[in-house]
Protein backbone atom coordinates (compact mmCIF):
# COMPACT_ATOMS: atom_id res chain seq x y z
CA UNK A 1 0.00 0.00 0.00
CA UNK A 2 2.91 2.36 0.51
CA UNK A 3 3.89 1.43 -2.68
CA UNK A 4 0.80 2.82 -4.28
CA UNK A 5 0.88 5.84 -2.36
CA UNK A 6 4.61 6.84 -3.29
CA UNK A 7 3.56 6.20 -6.68
CA UNK A 8 0.58 8.05 -6.75
CA UNK A 9 2.65 10.98 -5.38
CA UNK A 10 4.68 10.50 -8.32
CA UNK A 11 2.15 10.26 -10.83
CA UNK A 12 0.35 13.82 -9.54
CA UNK A 13 4.21 15.26 -9.92
CA UNK A 14 4.79 14.33 -12.96
CA UNK A 15 1.36 16.03 -13.63
CA UNK A 16 2.35 19.43 -12.47
CA UNK A 17 5.64 19.39 -13.53
CA UNK A 18 4.06 19.13 -16.99
CA UNK A 19 1.59 21.96 -16.49
CA UNK A 20 4.19 23.53 -15.06
CA UNK A 21 6.32 23.39 -18.42
CA UNK A 22 3.17 23.77 -20.13
CA UNK A 23 3.00 27.17 -18.73
CA UNK A 24 6.29 28.10 -19.48
CA UNK A 25 6.24 27.48 -22.90
CA UNK A 26 3.25 29.50 -23.23
CA UNK A 27 4.34 32.31 -21.22
CA UNK A 28 7.59 32.47 -23.62
CA UNK A 29 5.66 32.32 -26.25
CA UNK A 30 3.87 34.99 -25.32
CA UNK A 31 6.65 37.01 -24.49
CA UNK A 32 7.94 36.54 -27.81
CA UNK A 33 5.11 37.52 -29.49
CA UNK A 34 5.23 40.38 -27.14
CA UNK A 35 8.50 41.74 -28.36
CA UNK A 36 7.85 41.53 -32.10
CA UNK A 37 4.44 43.68 -31.31
CA UNK A 38 7.08 46.08 -29.75
CA UNK A 39 9.16 46.17 -33.08
CA UNK A 40 6.86 46.37 -35.13
CA UNK A 41 5.37 49.71 -33.01
CA UNK A 42 8.90 50.88 -33.13
CA UNK A 43 8.88 51.01 -37.07
CA UNK A 44 5.40 52.20 -37.17
CA UNK A 45 6.32 55.24 -34.89
CA UNK A 46 9.31 55.92 -37.23
CA UNK A 47 6.58 56.63 -40.21
CA UNK A 48 5.46 60.32 -40.16
CA UNK A 49 1.98 61.16 -38.85
CA UNK A 50 0.18 61.99 -42.08
CA UNK A 51 1.36 58.12 -43.55
CA UNK A 52 -2.25 56.70 -44.34
CA UNK A 53 -1.37 53.36 -43.76
CA UNK A 54 -0.08 54.15 -39.86
CA UNK A 55 -3.36 55.13 -38.68
CA UNK A 56 -4.16 50.87 -40.21
CA UNK A 57 -1.01 49.56 -39.04
CA UNK A 58 -1.99 50.83 -35.69
CA UNK A 59 -4.81 49.45 -35.26
CA UNK A 60 -3.70 46.03 -36.40
CA UNK A 61 -1.25 46.73 -33.58
CA UNK A 62 -4.14 47.20 -30.69
CA UNK A 63 -6.26 44.12 -31.97
CA UNK A 64 -2.76 42.46 -31.62
CA UNK A 65 -2.18 43.95 -28.36
CA UNK A 66 -5.45 43.03 -27.32
CA UNK A 67 -5.61 39.49 -28.35
CA UNK A 68 -1.75 38.94 -26.26
CA UNK A 69 -3.55 40.55 -23.06
CA UNK A 70 -6.82 38.26 -23.42
CA UNK A 71 -4.44 35.37 -23.86
CA UNK A 72 -2.43 36.67 -21.02
CA UNK A 73 -5.22 36.75 -18.72
CA UNK A 74 -6.72 32.80 -19.67
CA UNK A 75 -3.50 31.56 -19.17
CA UNK A 76 -3.28 33.13 -15.57
CA UNK A 77 -6.58 31.51 -14.55
CA UNK A 78 -5.82 27.84 -16.59
CA UNK A 79 -2.68 28.17 -13.72
CA UNK A 80 -4.41 29.18 -10.82
Known amino acids: EKELERMQNLFKKLQLD ?18 QLAEKNEDLSQKPANDPQKKAESEALKKEQE ?14
Open 18 to 35: QKLDKAINELNKQAEKQD
Open 67 to 80: KLNKDLEEQKKESS
